[in-house]
């Protein structure tokens, strides 16, 4: 179907909109998982500095 | 007392327990990795349809084959709203914490599927239409569907209290459906720029074959994705929330 790499990327004509298209569709499917995984690093972080208080509080009342 | 207890556990898979966020937040972290193998398998065997089997477009040429994105993503756009309203709906009926952290963790992805169909409709219609956007029905209740999304996101994320935000997601969440078959049948009931259903449940699609199975691949691909993504949301969530339960501080990520 496609000659060359070059007619596949001009897309008959239609390269700026098929391309806009399916690179911002990337582009935002690789944005979600990666903001999740910000937000859950955040969280993580934060229970862990929890444990750690919870584990000097222990050691200082002994 | 030990035979009430092996009558429940016999089942194969206690659906009750796994609605508790303790119980789930393993089951979820395990599930995440197979839905994103099967993201990629169907991702990859749709792209390759999409661009090198299926054929060029008489009227369109190539610039049709934006509709392997924009028909996937615009259903995924009102299918999400439909799961993500009966899960704020069981929520609210039952008042169970992981019903409406389910619906919060759609909510993200269905906007995503929404600006995605209204983008990608953009970049279609001008070059077919001359214009990026008209006021027309099928468009405007799409627009109105995205609205719709970040409206609940907004109201959510501006009532402090987690159970109260809950409840008044869950209502707009439901008086929101009656916009899904609006955007359905607004071709059907208006007359629109934007063309008749390619792909209908009562006849036989108007399209190629391998035309059908590339949307079909892309849209397994984006179900997949919401999946994935939506565990991986709400698995965060659940520790946000469930921060200070006993079971949170027990987890190996936590104690390291």
């Known amino acids: 179907m496609w000659n060359s790499p070059e007619e596949f990327l001009a897309m008959g004509g239609y390269a700026l909109y098929v391309w ?40 200082g009342s002994n | 007392m030990s035979n009430v207890n092996n009558f429940s556990n016999s089942r194969l898979i206690n659906w009750f327990k796994l ?19 099967l993201t990629a398998l169907f991702g990859i065997a749709g792209l390759w349809v999409s661009f090198f089997v299926a054929p060029v477009d008489a009227v369109q040429g190539q610039g049709y084959r934006i509709i392997f994105i924009h028909v996937p993503a615009s259903w995924m ?71 719709l999304y970040l409206g609940f996101i907004a109201l959510q994320a501006s009532i402090d209290n987690p159970r109260r935000a809950d409840k008044a997601g869950a209502i707009l969440a439901l008086v929101g459906v009656v916009n899904i078959p609006i955007i359905y049948f607004s071709v059907k009931w208006w ?50 929330r469930e921060s200070h339960a006993d079971w949170v501080r027990q987890l190996n990520e936590v104690r390291k």
């Open chain 2, 77 to 147: 756009s009102m299918f999400i709203y439909l799961v993500m309203a009966v899960w704020a709906g069981l929520g609210l009926v039952f008042n169970t914490r992981l019903s409406a952290m389910m619906a919060q963790a759609l909510a993200p992805i269905g906007a995503w599927m929404t600006f995605i169909s209204l983008w990608t409709g953009a970049f279609w219609g001008k070059p077919m239409w001359g214009a990026w956007w008209v006021w027309d029905a099928r468009l405007t209740s799409e627009l109105i569907l995205l609205f």
């Open chain 1, 20 to 59: 806009s298209s399916f690179g911002v569709c990337m582009a935002v499917l690789l944005i979600e998982p990666l903001s999740i995984r910000a937000r859950n690093r955040v969280i993580i972080r934060r229970l862990q500095q929890v444990h750690l208080a919870d584990q000097f509080d222990k050691e």
């Open chain 2, 19 to 37: 609605s508790s966020p303790s119980t789930f937040y393993p089951v979820a972290g395990k599930l995440i990795p197979i839905f994103w193998i």
């Open chain 2, 191 to 240: 007359n629109t720029l934007h063309q008749g259903a390619s792909v209908s449940l009562t006849k036989s699609p108007a399209m190629a074959q391998t035309m059908l199975l590339g949307m079909l691949l892309m849209a397994l691909c984006f179900w997949m994705y919401a999946i994935a993504v939506g565990l991986m949301r709400v698995r965060t969530i659940i520790l946000e």
